[in-house]
């Protein structure tokens, strides 16, 4: 009984330490597109009154990235609920949309493709809370604040491209 029990533990630190290098891949990903822009590209745009300053981008998205591996962590603990796979693949496909998002905006130099590219987030990502709370409650409250903040980056990017046409 302990050895089966510590066995769990053991795959279950694992499957944490997973989700969570997941999820921050997406961010070195994104992170590589947006590090060439910020230098030579992105100062040179007007921005909107509400943009922070860049050094607030790096301990919010390092947060959120957090916040998303833990829920989904917690989504996939629950081995014996069947929608779970279901739930896990919508939130994969936010992360994809995610990282698309960066290589749109900053690689391509498109604040029209980035707003397209965050609007199907912003969907994937309610998609993935609604189908996340079914199963864990707090995962799905967890990933509110990243709803929350590809909102806010929904009106930085509309703004940048308006003020940018």
Known sequence: MKLEASNSLVRDALG???WILLCFAVAGIASRF?????????????????TPPGWVFGPVW????LM???AAWLVWLRRD???????????????????AWSGLFFG???PLAGLLDIAVLWCA?????IAFAKINQ????????YLGWVAFAGYLNAAIWLLNA
């Open 68 to 70: 998303m591996a833990v």
């Open 34 to 50: 947006t590090a060439m822009s910020l230098r030579d590209w992105y100062p040179g745009l007007r921005k909107p009154a509400l």
């Open 16 to 18: 944490l330490c997973g």
């Open 81 to 99: 609920r069947p929608e779970r796979r279901r739930a896990l693949a919508i939130f994969v496909f936010q992360l994809a949309v995610n990282a």
């Open 62 to 65: 390092s947060a959120l990235y």
């Open 125 to 129: 990502v309610l998609a993935a809370a």
């Open 138 to 145: 707090a995962a799905g409250w967890m990933l509110a604040p």
């Open 108 to 110: 391509l130099k498109s």
